[in-house]
Structure formats: structure tokens, C-alpha cells
């Protein structure tokens, strides 16, 4: 191939071939018969006789390079064509490289293979794929799951690999999202590519509340079609949505309830309650009772247009939580979650 590039180069054939044995016969036959010189007797004739037959293979080898390579001309292809070839095979190469990798660690856990994901990605990038989701109006769960599906297909050394023959062959699949483009992306640019390209999307759920997931594994084909892919971005997104266990009667743009309770446990002398809401023009409030009465409600998040986290702490003599959203101080039945603690 060497010499075939080089004629059609119009360079010297002899003198390329000479360049690349000469070198490759002084770094390793000759350096090794220096060093069995300095070394003495011994095994010496055995190692000299090795020795001396390598280099006088070499320079067989490049005769009858030198002499042949004319052949095989129809197999090589064109300078302007080879820096593809050589692309392609170096990419199926490093990605069945991939594939065995993954392969070979089939019982990861799925908490295990996110791990692996974000520590690819940095948690600067992991914690950059919710806010530029937020900004695009589009399901952060879904844009997570399939960041980290791509960081494990593609894992950094690999996607620095693409940088670098961006700067050859501009066009091609960039970052840690994996977004087609005229040029290089980084993994920030990748992952707003990514959610811009999903502006809008919300999974879709039935009467439920529950995702249709025939559409979802639509939608991430679009993006992927790799089976593999469709099946992993699937199981990570269910791993990353939270378990909802009480909700508000009323649903958000998102299709989910406007105010979710996820977790509720004691710590220390208090309840721990966290959920997540869609409050866009007033407080989210909660209040507690106990044998005294109700208490004064508190604020525990402020108005927001896209879908927030909230917490909030009552004594474990509260028996009962309500969570709501305030408008003018009154209690809002659609959009409240009432809680027992009598546990």
C-alpha cells in the first residue's frame, strides 16, 4: 500500500521503502545483535543466526514489494479516497473493540454502567445535560439516558479520536451525544445539540400516567437505531425517572402530576419528605398536623416554569401532610398531595 500511495504521489518508491525497513531492521534486529555482541558468548550462535535471517527477510520483503507492488494498484485506493479507508477501518476496529468490552462485563449493574457513564462524561457535563434540556423544554430524563448510553458506545479516548480526525475529515458524529455535524463539537455543544433537536418532546403516557414505551423506543431510534442502544437508553431512563409514590389530581405540560412525592423517611426526630412540582405562578406550601391541630403552612418552593425538586422536614408526631400549591393562601384540591405519617 506503502508503495502504490507513494507512486501515485509521483515520490520515489525505492527510497520510501528503504525509509520505512531500514529503521524498523536498525530498531529491532540490529539493536538486539548489538547488544548480544556486548553481552559475549553463549547462546550467541543461535541468537546470530536468528538474527541475520530477520534482516535478510526484511530486505526480501522489500524486494519483492519493490518488484510486485504494481498488482495489487486496483486494490489500493486513491490518495484522496485512503484517509477515508484507513478512517473506516480504524473506527470498526476501535468499535468492535467497544462491543467486546461490553461484552465481556455482562452482570454490571444498572446503577453500575451509569456510574461508568458519568465518570466518562465528568459531572460537569452530566449536570449540564439538565439545564440545557430545561432550556430546550424537552424530558432531561430521557436527554440523561441517552448521553449515558453514547458515553458507553463512545468513551472519551474514542470521541478525542473523532475530534482529531475532525481536523482532516470535518464532517462526522461528535461528542458525548453523538450529534452529526460540519465540524467538531465538544461534549457541551454535542449534548445542546441534542436537547435542541428534542425541543418540545415530553414522552408521551396513556390514561394511566404511565409512559407508552412502544413510542418512546420510536423516538430513540430516530437518534439511534442500534437495538443495543434503544435497549439500554430504555433501561436507564426507567432506572433515572423517579418512583412516584403520591401525586396531585392535576397534570403538567410534561404529562406528569404537577406535584410528586417520591421519598418519604425519618431522619433523626423529623419526617424527610422530597418530591418534584411545576409550579409556574405561585408558592408550593406544606403544612402539617399532630395532636395539636394544624400548623402554620410554609413555603418550600418558589414559582418556577419547568419542573423543580422540593423538600421539606415535619416532627414525627405530624400524622398528617398536605402539600399544595398556594394561590392567595387557599388550598388548591387539584393541585395537593395529602400524606398520612401514622407509621
Request: aromatic share 10%; net charge neutral; hydrophobic share 40%.
Amino acid at each position: 500500500m506503502l508503495a502504490i500511495t507513494v507512486e501515485r504521489l509521483d515520490g520515489n518508491v525505492l527510497v520510501a521503502l528503504i525509509c520505512m525497513g531500514v529503521p524498523y531492521a536498525l530498531l529491532n534486529d540490529g539493536r538486539a545483535m548489538w547488544r548480544l555482541r556486548r553481552r559475549g558468548s553463549g547462546r550467541g550462535p543461535v541468537l546470530w543466526f536468528y538474527y541475520v535471517f530477520n534482516l535478510v527477510l526484511i530486505t526480501g520483503l522489500v524486494a519483492l514489494s519493490l518488484t510486485t507492488y504494481r498488482v495489487y494498484m486496483e486494490f489500493v485506493p486513491e490518495p484522496d479516497e485512503l484517509i477515508f479507508a484507513l478512517w473506516t477501518a480504524v473506527f470498526a476496529a476501535v468499535l468492535a473493540t467497544a462491543f467486546q468490552q461490553l461484552l465481556r462485563t455482562p452482570n454490571l449493574s444498572v446503577e453500575q454502567k451509569l456510574a461508568a457513564a458519568r465518570k466518562d462524561m465528568g459531572e460537569g457535563t452530566w449536570a449540564y445535560v439538565e439545564e440545557a434540556a430545561s432550556n430546550a423544554n424537552c424530558e432531561p430524563v430521557l436527554m440523561r439516558a441517552i448521553v449515558a448510553a453514547e458515553a458507553l458506545q463512545r468513551p472519551r479516548w474514542m470521541r478525542r479520536l473523532e475530534r482529531a480526525k475532525g481536523r482532516v475529515i470535518p464532517e462526522g458524529s461528535y461528542g458525548v451525544a453523538q450529534m452529526t455535524a460540519s465540524k467538531p463539537l465538544s461534549d457541551a455543544q454535542s449534548v445542546q445539540a441534542l436537547c435542541d433537536q428534542h425541543a418540545g418532546y415530553y414522552p408521551v403516557r396513556n390514561s394511566a400516567g404511565y409512559v407508552r414505551d412502544a413510542l418512546l423506543r420510536a423516538r430513540i431510534e430516530k437518534h439511534n437505531s442500534n437495538p443495543e442502544f434503544v435497549a439500554s437508553v430504555m433501561e436507564f431512563y426507567h432506572h433515572l425517572t423517579p418512583w412516584v409514590q403520591h401525586h396531585s389530581a392535576s397534570i403538567s405540560y410534561d404529562g406528569r402530576p404537577h406535584i410528586e412525592v417520591v421519598g418519604v423517611q425519618r431522619i433523626g426526630s423529623q419526617f424527610e419528605i422530597k418530591g418534584f412540582a411545576v409550579i409556574p405562578s405561585s408558592q408550593l406550601c406544606a403544612a402539617y398536623c399532630d395532636d395539636a391541630g394544624w400548623h402554620s403552612p410554609v413555603e418550600i418552593q418558589d414559582p418556577g416554569d419547568r419542573r423543580q425538586g422540593w423538600g421539606t422536614r415535619v416532627p414525627l408526631e405530624a400524622t398528617q401532610v398536605v402539600v399544595y400549591e398556594c394561590s392567595n393562601g387557599n388550598l388548591d384540591d387539584q393541585n395537593s398531595v395529602t400524606l398520612s405519617l401514622e407509621y
